[in-house]
């Protein structure tokens, strides 16, 4: 079989499964299509993954790669915390704002999204070997979903 990569949102609000082979997407599901409850806030897409490699006809061994739409090395070596500490060095910051980036320093770490993916995908498919995260720049992955929707050959996404 091919390799197949599968694309996953697990953030708090619509998280989602795609599975991706040679290019072509080959499943999606949104997770509250299953659960009945609009935008699934806080539930890990695992009925969303189910269905996606049934429909694919692919098991979660013949997944390559798991693509989140997070830089987890830059929230992890301390790149993104250096950038939040230089706003504040500039601009005054409330306090939801300094919450608010706290948690995505916490949520968006390698070492996180690796034992949330991993805990999940055990507790539905046993003992496994999770494939490795492919990591992508979030605004990134918003504009090459923007492009990939569009009927044009060509784009430019700002």
Not at 10 to 27: F, H
Not at 104 to 124: A, D, I, K, P
Request: proline share 5%.
């Amino acid at each position: 079989m091919q390799k197949m990569f599968l694309g996953i949102n697990s953030e708090p609000v619509d998280p989602s499964v795609a599975i991706v082979q040679d290019g072509k997407v080959l499943a999606y599901a949104e997770e509250e299509r299953f659960i009945r409850n609009k935008h699934a806030a806080g539930v890990y897409p695992i009925h969303a993954l189910e269905y996606c490699l049934d429909f694919a006809g692919a098991s979660i061994s013949d997944i390559t790669n798991v693509a989140v739409a997070w830089n987890l090395p830059h929230y992890t070596d301390g790149t993104i915390q250096s950038f939040y500490e230089s706003l504040r060095s500039k601009w005054p910051v409330d306090s939801n704002t300094l919450s608010w980036q706290s948690r995505m320093l916490q949520f968006h770490n390698s070492e996180y999204h690796h034992n949330l993916h991993t805990s999940n995908w055990r507790r539905s498919s046993g003992d496994i070997n999770f494939p490795s995260l492919y990591p992508l720049p979030h605004h990134y992955v918003h504009a090459f979903h923007s492009f990939m929707q569009s009927r044009f050959e060509r784009a430019v996404c700002i």
